[in-house]
C-alpha cells in the first residue's frame, strides 16, 4: 500500500499529490492535519470512484482510499455556464457603490433564465456568502434551484469565516480550477 504525509500542505496540494498517486495504485493511505484538506481529498477520492475510510486522531486525519473497480471516474459532460467571484464588490471604484452592484448583481440573478450551474466564491468573495445577509437569503434561493454554491475554504480560513458559512460549501482549488476547466462559459 502506498502512503502520502500530506500534513503541512497547502490546498490543493493534499487533493493534487492524491489524485496522482492514485493514478498508480489500488490502495493509499493518506495522512493529514486538517478536516478542510481530509474532506477535500474525501470529495476527490468519492469522484474517482474509491471507498474511503477515515480515521481521526485529534487534529489528524488517515484516510485510506481503495479503488472500487466497479466505479469509473465520473466526467462532467453537460455545458455549464459558471460565475467566478473574486471580491465582495462589483467593479472598481466607490466601495459602497461596488457592494450595491454585487448585491444587486446576485438579486438579478434570481431574475434570468437559464441560470447558472455553480457561483464560485474566492477571495474576498467568500465575505458575500458568510456576512452579508441580503446576499445570504439570495444565494438561498439560488441554491434551491439547483444551483452549486462553492466558497474557498483557504478563503474562508484567511478571513477568519468559516465557521460564518451558511449557504453553499467549501471547495478547494483544485476542485475550482476542475470546475472551470469544464464549464462552456465562465462569468468573471
Given amino acids: 500500500m502506498k502512503k502520502i504525509d500530506a500534513r503541512g500542505m497547502d490546498c490543493p496540494q493534499p487533493v493534487i499529490e492524491t489524485k496522482n498517486a492514485l493514478q498508480d495504485c489500488e490502495e493509499l493511505t493518506v495522512l493529514i ?3 478542510v484538506a481530509a474532506d477535500n481529498v474525501s470529495k476527490l477520492a468519492k469522484k474517482l470512484g474509491c471507498k474511503i475510510n477515515r480515521v481521526e486522531d485529534g487534529s489528524d486525519y488517515k484516510l485510506i482510499l481503495r479503488k472500487d473497480s466497479g466505479k469509473q471516474e465520473e466526467v462532467t459532460t453537460d455545458s455549464e455556464k459558471v460565475y467566478f467571484i473574486k471580491t465582495d464588490q462589483l467593479g472598481t471604484g466607490a466601495e ?3 457592494e450595491l452592484l454585487i448585491k444587486g448583481f446576485i438579486n438579478t440573478l434570481l431574475e434570468v433564465k437559464p441560470l447558472p450551474s455553480k457561483i464560485i466564491f474566492i477571495n474576498s468573495g467568500v465575505k458575500l456568502a458568510t456576512s452579508n445577509q441580503e446576499v445570504k437569503r439570495n444565494l438561498v434561493k439560488l441554491e434551491a434551484e439547483d444551483v452549486d454554491i462553492l466558497a474557498c475554504g483557504m478563503c474562508l480560513d484567511y478571513y477568519g469565516v468559516k465557521e460564518d ?6 471547495s478547494n482549488m483544485y476542485e475550482i480550477v476542475d470546475i472551470l476547466n469544464q464549464a462552456e462559459v465562465v462569468v468573471v
Avoid: H, K, P, T
Fill in 33 to 35: 492535519d486538517n478536516q
Fill in 165 to 170: 458559512l451558511e449557504v453553499g460549501r467549501i
Fill in 96 to 98: 459602497e457603490l461596488g
